[in-house]
């Protein structure tokens, strides 16, 4: 049996991308994955495609800015298999813009999201793993969380935000595993949430070197699989091709 094999893992964000392939791969090593995200057509087509390659996978819609939402989430997951050992924190958005473009309230949705939504999923999980006495969460920050870029100002600060968060909790928890997964450029929607004509088109460029989000995948799933005594921190992904 691998670490993965007969895991509960609940994974948001996974109607598309890096949360879309982590399902994906995690359910082929032999977890049991619990899919969350807004668009549950994404999650129905997902699951069943899951199930046909004889995986084991449910779906709930969530909404990672509202608490409640995690919460019905996390005991989703919990009701339908018993318990929970990893949740995925990887929902995000990525509308770049520079400051004096002053899209507020694009700043406030990346603060909504990458920032509380993985509060809120701390806040729905930590309870749980800690009455087990065991669990891991997965967070999933960037390079955007180890240096800062023009137009990605805010974008920057939620993913050193989830740096500092992921490793207060590694600090206060010794019985759960906390892992930051930060990718480099990666093929995604994120950039889809460009508005900012300028950055769109920075964005283009940057992302000509962009890895498959199986590669992310591979690098949570590594974490995952790891001895319950060993705790991987942090793993950093990006392109070989990439100086950033």
């Known amino acids: 049996m691998s670490g993965i094999e007969g895991k509960v893992v609940a994974v948001t964000g996974a109607s598309s991308g890096i949360g879309e392939a982590t399902a994906r791969l995690l359910a082929q090593r032999g977890a049991r994955v619990v899919l969350g995200a807004r ?19 449910r779906y709930s819609a969530v909404d990672v ?5 995690v919460q019905d989430f996390i005991a989703f997951a919990q009701e339908q298999f018993g318990r929970v050992d990893v949740i995925v924190n990887n929902a995000g958005v990525m509308p770049l813009s520079a400051l004096e473009a002053l899209k507020v309230d694009e700043w406030n949705r990346m603060i909504d999201v990458n920032i509380r939504g993985v509060l809120h999923g701390i806040a729905a999980g930590l309870p749980l793993l800690k009455a087990q006495g065991s669990g891991q969460f997965v967070n999933v920050s960037s390079i955007a969380g180890h240096a800062v870029f023009p137009t990605a100002a805010v974008y920057c600060a939620t993913k050193y935000a989830v740096l500092a968060i ?4 590694r600090q206060e928890s010794t019985d759960i595993r906390v892992t930051v997964i930060s990718p480099g450029v990666t093929t995604s929607e994120l950039a889809d949430t460009i508005t900012d004509p300028t950055a769109k088109q920075g964005m283009e460029e940057f992302r000509k070197t962009a890895i498959p989000a199986e590669a992310i995948a591979r690098a949570i799933a590594y974490a995952i699989e790891q ?16 100086p950033y």
């Open 39 to 57: 668009r549950t057509d994404r999650l129905q087509k997902l699951t069943e495609e899951i199930e046909a390659q004889g995986g084991t996978a």
């Open 65 to 69: 800015t509202r608490l409640e939402d």
């Open 166 to 169: 992921s490793e207060g909790l």
């Open 227 to 242: 001895p319950e005594d060993v705790d991987v921190s942090e793993i950093i992904v990006r392109p070989t091709a990439s």
